[in-house]
Every structure is written in structure tokens, then in C-alpha cells.
């Protein structure tokens, strides 16, 4: 591999087995060609797709970590947790998430009720179109439920006009606690790591105490370069990753060659003064 952070890690991505368009093996494939040299599949509170994306991620001659994104509550808001390097088969990291992916059915039949109230029949039956992963509905396929039916142009505006807090099709839904998550990880030999801080609309006290109390459960990393932020917040949380002496992640978050803007393995590299969260999973590399 090459050496610490000049290399093309891309440690976060969706397959069909969360809210993705692909399969792992495709997803894969695409990495490869954009010349990945460490992958990880981190499908939403699901981890059904790491044997295939690690058998995958081997056939193209990548290096893999096993990968998930938790959905956590945390001050009143939703904030995802990415775990790298667990053991897939640890009984507790897989009782979590299969608990945290439960209430994803009932919610999204509320979200049908809310979005029928605006005139938007059928939207449950036309999300489950979508959906790859029976116990995984989410917000994505409504979206692309809504794009299809022709209510919006593309899933962007759906989350503006229908999916977004304030919005007809919203309901809030309580996930996992902060501590739960990266405990789940920690305890089966993964890194957990702040996704996206970014994308967050915390205050600045609410950012600090995030930061804090992640790092009081044993959190480790945060995402400085991933396709949710812009330049300008790559240092920022580079700056905040040595404050709080975390290592630091970079991953596309890519979810659909229609859909998503940065393609897999496209991202500048880490900048240089940065611990590379790789780094403290080399033991745990397949
Ligand atoms: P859920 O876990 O069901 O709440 O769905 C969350 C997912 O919705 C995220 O992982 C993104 O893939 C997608 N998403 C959230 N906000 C937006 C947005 N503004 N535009 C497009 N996709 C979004
Ligand atoms: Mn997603
Ligand atoms: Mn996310
Ligand atoms: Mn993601």
C-alpha cells in the first residue's frame, strides 16, 4: 500500500443492502477502477454486505476494513457514527444494529400518512420498490419514490420540500444513544468515527460536547475529507481532529452513479499533519 496518508482510502460508501444503488461487488469494481487501494462498505446500521464487499474487495486486489454507519441521537439531532476494522461476526455489534435498524418499518409508515395528508398516495408500497434490504427503509427510497412518480426532479429537493425536520413526509425517530454505538464498535475491536461533522446544525457548545463525549466513550477518529464537506470545513475539522486528538477518516459517502457527486476514491488526500485512522487499524486490515 502506499505509505500513511497519500493513500486512496475510501472509507465510506452505501450498497443496495442500505440506501445504495449497487451491489457490493459493483461497488467494488467502480472503487478499483478509480484506483482505490483501501476500501470499506459501510452500509447504515447494517452489516449483512461485509462478507461479500470483503470477498469483493479481495477478487480486485483492494485492501478492506469492515465498515457501518449508525444512526445516533444525540442533543436532539441525527448524527452517524461510522465503525471501521470491527469483527463482523461479534454478537453485540450485530445485536445493536439489528435493534437500531427495528423501528425503520413503522416509521416509514408514518412517513407514507404524512406524505398521503399532502396529497402523495402510496408512497410506502412505492419506496419498497426501491428498497434492497427489507429491514433497511429509509428516507433514500422514498426519495427516489418521489422522483420517479414525478412529484420532484431529482431526490435533492425531495429532502428539501418533503424529508427534512419541519417538512410533510418528517417523523422524528429516536436511534441509538452515542455511548451504544461506540461501544458496539470498540468492544469488537473497531475504530468509531464522527461522520461528517459537517453536515451537523449543532451550536458551537453542542459540536464541543459531541466531540467531548465521544471521545469519553472511547471514540477515536472523525471524517475530515468525505463528499458531505466543502474545502474550507476539510480544515476545519482538521483542525478539530488535532484539538481533540482523534485520527482522521476520508470516504466519498457515495451512494448511486446517479445521485451522488463525488465518486468513490475521488477525494483529495488526508492533509498531512493528520493521524490516518488506517493507522490504527493496520493489524485489523484484510
Ligand atoms: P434515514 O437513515 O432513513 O434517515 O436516511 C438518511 C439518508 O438520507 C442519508 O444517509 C442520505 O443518504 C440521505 N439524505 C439525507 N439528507 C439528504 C439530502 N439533503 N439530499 C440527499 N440525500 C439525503
Ligand atoms: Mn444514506
Ligand atoms: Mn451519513
Ligand atoms: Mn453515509
Redesign the pocket.
Known sequence: MSPQNILNADLHC?SVV??GTLTPEALAERAKANGVELWALTD??EIGGQQRAAAAAKAQGMHYLTGT?V?VTFAGQ?V?IVGLGFDAGNPEIMQGLRNTRGG?EQ?AMEMSDSLAKVGIKGAYEGALKFVGNPEL?????F?RFLVESGVCRE??E???KY??EGKPGYVP?RWATLRDAVTWITQAQGVAVIAHPG?YKFTPNEEYALFTEFKSHGGRGVEVVTGSHTPQEYLKYAETAKEFGLAASRGS?F?SPD?SHTDLGTLPFLPGELTPVWELLADRIQ
Not at 427503509?137 to 427510497?141: E, K
Open positions: 452505501h442500505s440506501d447504515h446500521d454507519e444512526s441525527t452517524h425503520r416509521r427503509i429509509s428516507r433514500t427510497h426519495a431526490t435533492n425531495v429532502f428539501r424529508l427534512t425517530h453536515r459517502d451512494h445521485e
